[in-house]
């Protein structure tokens, strides 16, 4: 799977609640009933700051994510993006 453009702003789904965990995060979809763990600190860094930052990519570095790992975290979101946890804002 390609990654989302991080450049255009994100957020997560007003149907979607974050629970922190040690190893990460609980996303859960009150709509869908999808459940998605993420593994990641800074993955549930980023996912906090999509609503905020004006994209995906400010997010991202926000977060700390180096410019290398851009890729990674884009695909990530991607993923997040197909399940409908987190979905592109009409505006930033």
């Given amino acids: 799977m390609s990654g989302i453009d991080l450049d255009r702003p994100?957020?997560?789904?007003?149907?979607?609640?974050?629970?922190?965990?040690?190893?990460?995060?609980l996303?859960?979809?009150?709509?869908?009933?999808?459940?998605?763990?993420?593994?990641?600190?800074?993955?549930?860094?980023?996912v906090n700051r999509l609503d905020t930052e004006p994209s995906a990519r400010a997010a991202c570095l926000e977060a700390g994510v180096a410019p290398a790992d851009l890729?990674?975290?884009?695909r990530?979101?991607?993923t997040l993006?197909?399940?409908?946890?987190?979905?592109?804002?009409t505006s930033s």
């Fill in 27 to 46: 996303l859960y979809h009150f709509g869908t009933r999808r459940l998605s763990f993420l593994k990641d600190r800074t993955l549930l860094d980023v």
């Fill in 71 to 74: 890729p990674r975290f884009g």
């Fill in 10 to 25: 994100w957020g997560l789904h007003p149907q979607v609640a974050v629970r922190p965990e040690p190893f990460g995060a």
């Fill in 81 to 89: 993006a197909h399940g409908d946890m987190v979905i592109e804002r």
């Fill in 76 to 78: 990530a979101l991607a």
